[in-house]
Each structure stands twice: as C-alpha cells, then as structure tokens.
C-alpha cells in the first residue's frame, strides 16, 4: 500500500530533525514514527527512502559536476586571454590584461561560491547517508589537511590565476 502525504510527512520532519544531530539513530526514528505508530508498510518507507537519497545524491552529484565545468571553462577563458595578452601579436596588451584581471576575478567569485555550496552540502549528504543506510563516509588520508582537497586547491589556483593577471596588467612581469 502507498505511503499516505501524512505519513510522507512524517518521514521528512524526521529526517530534518535528525539529521541535524549525527548521533541519533534516524532510520529506528522513522521506524517507531511512521510504520510502527502509523501504520506504514515498511517496504514503501524503505523504497521511499532510498528514493529521497538517490534524488540528493544526483543533486550533489550534479552540482559536483558543475563545478569542475565552470573550473574548466574558465581556466580555458584564462588560458586564452593570457596567450594573446602576452603575445606580440597585440600592439597594446593593457586592455586584454586588465580585461584578463577581470576575468580572472570573477573567476575567483564563482568557484568562490561553488565551494561554499559544496561545504555546505557534503556534511548534510554524509549525514544523511550514515543515518539512513548506516554507510559512513571514510574522509581518507587527508582528514586534517582539508585544504589539499582537490575543491579548495581548484581555488587556490584561481587566487594564483588573478595574482599573475594582477602583476601582468601593473607591468610586473612580461
């Protein structure tokens, strides 16, 4: 039998209010609320479950996805304006530096803002996934050395990108 919008209901407050605190055991919760209390069937909340998780996951994924094509796009743009602002093709290169700086600043405020969506909803993702499936996440070797993740050095190389496009267009370097 389907899960009634009550019960569906149930299951989602549940997993907002628990998945706040990792401790607290989401999956019994949701057991003991919908389909002891209410009478659910407990194969409809499982698939019901596992569908909510899958839909999270594929947004994470997606927007994982997302940032690495910006990344990419961008570092081409960059690359491009860097090879004709240094060329000798150009009889003037100051306008191209500084249109590079800008660019290169913004840039720097996209993958900015990437990465603040990401910070945000990996731990949500992993919480979520321990609590309902039990399957914790393994942060590797690196778990202290957060900033050599492969996001935030993807960052660091645009702080570089606008540094070098900084000192070009002030006449420092070329």
């Given at each position: 039998m389907p899960l009634t919008p009550e019960q569906i209901d149930?299951?989602?407050?549940?997993?907002e209010e628990y998945a706040k605190n990792a401790k607290n055991a989401m999956r019994s919760a949701i057991k003991t609320e919908v389909v002891d209390k209410m009478g659910a069937d407990a194969g409809e909340v499982e698939e019901y479950l596992r569908t909510l998780f899958k839909f999270l996951q594929d947004?994470?994924?997606h927007e994982q996805a997302l940032y690495w094509q910006r990344f990419t796009a961008l570092a081409a743009l960059n690359a491009g304006f860097?090879?004709?602002?240094t060329s000798k093709a150009v009889a003037n290169p100051q306008?191209?530096?500084?249109?590079?700086?800008?660019?290169?600043?913004?840039?720097l405020l996209i993958q900015g803002q990437s990465l603040h969506y990401a910070d945000r909803a990996k731990p949500q993702y992993h919480t979520l996934r321990d609590n309902i499936?039990?399957?914790?996440?393994?942060?590797?070797?690196?778990?202290k050395w957060r900033w050599l993740?492969?996001?935030?050095?993807?960052?660091?190389?645009?702080?570089?990108?606008?540094?070098?496009w900084f000192l070009l267009a002030m006449g420092c370097v070329g």
């Open positions: 149930k299951i989602d407050e549940l997993i947004d994470f994924l860097f090879v004709l602002a306008l191209l530096e500084w249109c590079g700086f800008g660019l290169g600043f913004l840039w499936f039990g399957i914790t996440y393994a942060k590797g070797w690196l778990p993740s492969a996001t935030w050095v993807a960052f660091y190389t645009t702080i570089v990108v606008l540094l070098l």
